[in-house]
């Protein structure tokens, strides 16, 4: 074991230390692509859910992508928590899942380590993420609000491990079927395990339900999925995992907006990927089009502003939402300011992080006015 110091254990509002990693455009990845595509990779294909993503930790933590939202401590403590509307108390059955994970499988896999389980999955909003409308019919296809469904899994150790460490315990996992990761940074390693049929059959068996998903060859998945996602409002999108290589990335369809750099990007996938797989390439350009000749309708101020919006959209889904954290405040008491103010700061340092590109600068100059108008009903 190493020397390293041991993690100090996080507060309600601290930073999520283990968060699922952030799983890049297929668009910007075109040699990667290439690549798979010449390994003839065989992928799993799971809906995007427009919805949020949370994790449980076997240590009682619920978190966002970004904070820790609660550690309730029994299921009256639990019941009182929401986010973004919704009550988290379903999520009872999951944490107590995740806590049996580790004692049935980390804990055997791990025995010298002290291993923690956080599973991540998405929960489906009583509409979207970006809309109080079921505009791609979740309801209508069995996805029940509120309810948690699992993608990944992630197994983290409370004294921190070296590289050497890290990459063992990914052995570890793979040799035992998964298909391991090593994330964090170089002063903290966790590990993640990204849904395959290993991964889905151990979350069957502790009865945590998991995104569907179907398992096909790489160059088969655009074809199967180019009609789908040339629709409007059908599906934001999918993700494509290939266990075998251990990647991930996300194929969003005609509602996505490109940023110059990504239109470059799809631009030059024809000449990345050639001419061997002429189905695949077929389908990624025309939903590619679709995307591009959509975005060409509407005028640059728009396009702004359908950014920023998206952007936001983003931001909101990785914090409580302001309503909750509001509570019972009055609505003109000073601490009830400080939190609005607190928040609109917080949901604009997340959308500067995420602005990337040449207009970058832009788009940062455009969000405190942006996010002044969004929010002038709580700040005046």
Not at 25 to 52: F, P
Not at 107 to 133: D, I, R
Not at 296 to 322: G, M, W
Request: net charge neutral; charged share 25%.
């Amino acid at each position: 074991m190493s020397s390293s110091k041991v993690q100090k254990p996080p507060v309600v509002g601290s930073r999520n230390l283990q968060p699922w990693p952030t799983i890049p455009n297929l668009i910007n990845c075109g040699n990667r692509l290439r690549q798979l595509l010449e390994e003839e990779e065989v992928a799993v294909v799971t809906e995007k859910i427009d919805g949020s993503n949370l994790c449980v930790h076997s240590t009682g933590i619920i978190a966002t992508r970004r904070t820790v939202l609660g550690i309730p401590n029994d299921a009256e403590e639990l019941s009182k928590l929401k986010f973004n509307g919704l009550s988290l108390e379903p999520l009872g059955q999951p944490l107590a899942a995740a806590k049996k994970i580790q004692t049935d499988f980390a804990e055997k896999a791990f025995p010298n380590l002290s291993p923690h389980v956080v599973v991540y999955g998405e929960v489906v909003q009583k509409g979207t993420a970006s809309s109080k409308e079921d505009k791609f019919g979740y309801g209508g296809r069995g996805f029940k609000p509120g309810h948690f469904y699992a993608f990944g899994l992630g197994v983290h150790f409370w004294e921190q491990l070296n590289e050497a460490e890290a990459d063992n315990a990914v052995t570890v996992l793979t040799d035992l079927g998964f298909s391991a990761r090593r994330c964090g940074t170089d002063k903290s390693h966790f590990l993640v395990c990204i849904l395959n049929n290993r991964l889905a059959g151990l979350f069957k068996d502790h009865d945590l339900e998991s995104i569907p998903r179907k398992t096909m060859k790489l160059q088969d998945v655009f074809p199967a999925y180019k009609d789908i996602l040339m629709r409007e409002e059908s599906l934001e999108g999918v993700v494509i995992t290939c266990p075998k290589s251990n990647s991930m990335f996300k194929w969003k369809g005609r509602e996505e907006t490109y940023s110059p750099e990504t239109t470059e990007d799809f631009y030059a996938l024809p000449a990345l990927i050639g001419d061997q797989w002429p189905d695949a390439l077929a389908a990624l350009v025309q939903v590619g089009n679709s995307v591009v000749e959509r975005q060409a309708k509407v005028s640059l101020s728009k396009r702004l502003e359908s950014e920023l919006a998206a952007s936001l959209i983003s931001a909101k889904t990785k914090f409580p939402a302001l309503e909750d954290l509001l509570g019972a405040e009055e609505r003109t008491s000073q601490k009830r300011k400080q939190l609005v103010e607190g928040y609109v700061e917080q949901i604009g340092r997340e959308m500067e992080q995420d602005a990337t590109g040449e207009r970058r600068a832009e788009i940062c100059r455009a969000i405190p006015t942006y996010l002044k108008k969004r929010f002038s009903k709580y700040l005046r």
